[in-house]
């Protein structure tokens, strides 16, 4: 059979518009000469679509959408499978399913629903969805598909040391007599994500000795960038198709030759978070109806890196970077910051905020009485630029963009509704360490657009005279290995301080610092997730708690 | 048996500390002659722990902390049941469970297992815990006892019309021979929950014919409140303990002749509501190591209710209200709040913003080139507000505490880093009506402290001219229906302007509101939940969707 891999980028709850989406894209498959179109999990939905699957009007909309979408390509030549929220059984605790249909003729033939429902780090399935207690294959042209949803095929048990559920929905379809296996997948980007999808696969393939197609979703969605990368394999595990990463896509797989067409993925890893960021904030932009944004240059890494993400999300016309030098700013941080929007070809505006600090300061005088200086004044400062981007944000209708990275995030060096405020975190989760990595591969792929500076000075926030991060933070490389054994790993301190070599109280201070910032997070913008634990919605820490390692 | 019902109030992860409160109880409840003391779920732990139990070493800490536990109480002449996070057997998926030891003279006599595991609204436990897979009864100096850990008794099939599980632990024990059920539970208040569990409770002591404990945790962890509200009942389902709300108490019940104590409770829910923001207050900051409180003193009603629970929670000592008129403030709004200050007996600043306000918008002047005033320049006054409170929160080491209401919450009307600033949203989940009745409250608990205009004047921003909240909204009873339909029952608009008789126009209007204002949301403060549905950890949308009404 020929089967059309459909890697689409669609939008949660925008029934009318996923409709479309899967249409076009159909009617391309079937144009190639497929017989078979297989998108993604909720492509008609979204994904995921949280707690909007527990409004009854979601659930009543979802079902017209698939009627009509089932009308809509009555006299296409091909089936569809389509991923879409269905309505639990009566009697069911939950109202919705996670579920599939095979469409074809203006019928659905076939319905699947998900069984394995994952409720772990970003995910909440179990709190939204009723699963299936059983799950059946299907015969279409000839062809015995086992048909699984995302986590269904992800529990192998020769695979996993410790599966996380007892049933393994593909074990029991390939019994029944599967031909090959279909895997319609949400499944958001990180870094070791790729690798292990085409692990678990090849291995499945290979044991069962069947076809594997496997179809994800592309798109951000908040903090969940999917990447795409779909494929199909033979029988032997071989990839014999693949989708490129961070793009829609279309490819086809012929599953009795096993015959297909290998699209480009990416050369490294550090290219591949880049892609990531640049899809998350373009799509989060998107679906969200903004077209501009802006952010504060302050000449640093960090806010380089994330003009260098919007400029290739929006295009350079729909960014703007704002210097907002303070009291404490030095002449080439300035210098820089417009030396990075003249090279990228953005517009750049100056707004200082010395005046308004100063300001703020005589009218606070009265009742500070004289107090010594400490973090309030620095803090003063951050906040100063936050509400004046806020300002630009409000005049504008343009998003504002965060620029901490996570190690800041992790340690709280960063200011709650100062250099905290905006619409979207870009760089929150990733390490400073990283921030280096990609601004070096800006320059390998658009020239040096970021001046040799940025790179070299010490990293500060010029927040007081003659500051720099390394005050009260160690270098960035031993913080972002301690924070990733740490905050990644769960691992405890005295493990990480003999694994890394590292003085047990510098750890302690470290994670007592990550601890201690758990309510400065809570408040923070959604930031894009792309390690294997992001703060935000998969990392869920009380505030008011008193275990301290 | 004569049991006594320990109703404490613990702390999340203080395990020395929630050691040494279970042993004062477990001392105090054998002075009184008690043969077992019954303490809360995770009484040794604090509820939620949330992901927390996913450290290998708070799982070790805590294992030794039970073991120190069941050492340092060997000579009471008392059996404790004490909820704990265990450590889930090899090969489960997770590491933990939510359980309960039955300890005596050194040892743990026995262990059960929560089997159900509540995954909706604030509920995370699918994701934390590992669930028992069989559960038995205990035998206690010559009495079976049925002994469950709160969902586990919350699945009476006859008394929902849709159980959520499939299996009724507690059904499951009483057939093995129970002789009495004893409940331990961390259960949050809501206006409805101290009705409901004392009818469900009715209903099963009368059918199954045994007494039924039922022990509740009690205090503030970050967004819930827990009550309390602890009783006992005999086979017939009448009350024959009861404990305070809002208060750690101890009652004695007998098992046997079922004798017990009475302890009050509220005479009204607006009272409970008032009782639960003070405690949920006190504790968040008391648990988060803070003592002072500072808030905006607008001479409005929301922080003038925030300022007298403040004053209820911590002391008037420890309150700080801040006046910032600015251009549109009226003096009237400022002498109300003077009033109330003096009243209330707590300190009162002033802190202007306009002077500081003119700099900014001057400083802006050449970006905006003269631009049309706007929505920009209000917000820019709540932020300054919100900059001067954060400053003055950093000078003195005092929380913020935010006042705004959940009305304004939910359609937007507040801004973010602007009187959304703070650490804590005392009234977050507070409709603006009932804002108003607990102002009442106030003023019959202790005289007339809140000035009657501050009740009579219409609701205003004072961010321009002349501005009304009813220029932008309707009034807050039709506003409050309308909210509460969507927001807790989930209805879609077109019956919510049949039931209530309003435009549709006006629902829809409302709604889409609420549905585009997730974001701001999303970075508020952690509230404090007093209704069955309130913004924060029970409520998850998705920012960017398409689905509106």
């Known amino acids: 059979m020929r089967i059309a891999l459909c890697q689409i980028n669609n939008t949660v709850g925008d029934l009318a518009g996923n409709s479309a989406l899967i249409q076009r894209f159909a009617r391309q498959a079937a144009e190639a000469g497929a017989e078979l179109a297989v998108f993604p999990e909720l492509a008609l939905t979204g994904y995921p679509p949280r707690d909007l699957v527990e409004k009854p009007s979601f659930l009543e909309r979802t079902a017209e959408a698939l009627t009509e979408l089932v009308d809509a390509t009555r006299h296409l030549p091909l089936g569809l499978i389509v991923g879409y929220v269905g309505r639990a059984p009566a009697g069911s605790a939950r109202r919705a399913t996670n579920s599939a249909a095979l469409i074809e003729g203006g019928r659905v033939l076939f319905r699947q629903t998900k069984m394995l429902l994952p409720t772990y780090d970003v995910f909440d399935e179990w709190r939204n969805f009723q699963p299936a207690e059983k799950q059946e294959i299907v015969e279409f042209r000839g062809t015995r598909i086992a048909l699984t949803i995302c986590e269904d095929a992800w529990n192998d048990k020769q695979f996993w040391e410790r599966p996380l559920y007892k049933n393994d929905p593909v074990e029991a379809l390939v019994r029944q007599g599967a031909q090959i296996v279909i895997s319609i997948n949400g499944s958001p980007y990180d870094t070791a994500k790729r690798a292990v999808r085409r692990q678990m696969f090849s291995a499945m393939a290979l044991r069962y000795g069947l076809p594997h197609v496997y179809v994800n979703m592309v798109g951000g969605n908040d903090q969940l960038v999917f990447d795409g990368s779909s494929f199909a394999m033979d029988s032997a595990g071989a990839v014999i198709s693949s989708l490129k990463s961070f793009e829609e896509d279309m490819v086809l797989f012929e599953s009795e030759g096993c015959t297909g067409e290998l699209h480009d993925t990416h050369p490294s890893e550090t290219s591949a978070v880049y ?275």
């Open 275 to 549: 892609d990531a960021l640049v899809l998350g904030t373009r799509d989060y932009l998107r679906k969200c109806g903004f077209k501009g944004v802006l952010l504060g240059l302050s000449g640093g890494i960090d806010s380089t890196l994330v003009a260098c993400v919007a400029a290739d999300a929006v295009g350079k016309e729909n960014v703007v970077g704002v210097g907002m030098p303070g009291p404490y700013s030095s002449d080439h941080s300035v210098k820089d910051a417009r030396d990075l929007a003249e090279n990228l070809g953005i517009r750049f505006e100056m707004a200082p905020i010395t005046s308004a600090y100063d300001e703020v300061l005589r009218s606070l005088d009265p009742i500070f009485q004289g107090a010594r200086r400490d973090v309030t004044e620095e803090n003063v400062q951050a906040r100063l630029r936050g509400l004046t981007l806020m300002a630009l944000s409000n005049k504008w209708g343009a998003l504002v963009l965060t620029t901490g990275n996570k190690s800041e995030i992790a340690v709280g060096y960063c200011t709650l509704y100062g250099d905290m405020c905006g619409g979207l975190a870009v760089i929150s989760d990733v390490p400073k360490t990283m921030v280096y990595e990609l601004c070096r591969e800006v320059n390998r792929r658009k020239g040096p657009v970021i001046p040799e500076s940025v790179f070299t000075k010490p990293p500060s926030a010029e927040l007081r005279p003659d500051q720099k991060d390394s005050d009260s933070l160690p270098e960035y490389d031993v913080l972002d290995r301690i924070l990733k054994a740490y905050v990644e790993e769960l691992k405890p301190p005295a493990l990480i301080a003999s694994e890394q070599n590292v003085p047990m109280e510098l750890v302690r201070d470290i994670v007592n610092k990550v601890d201690r910032n758990e309510y400065k997070r809570q408040q923070a913008a959604p930031g894009l997730r792309v390690t294997s634990k992001a703060f935000g919605i998969g990392r869920r820490f009380p505030i008011a708690q008193r275990f301290f390692e």
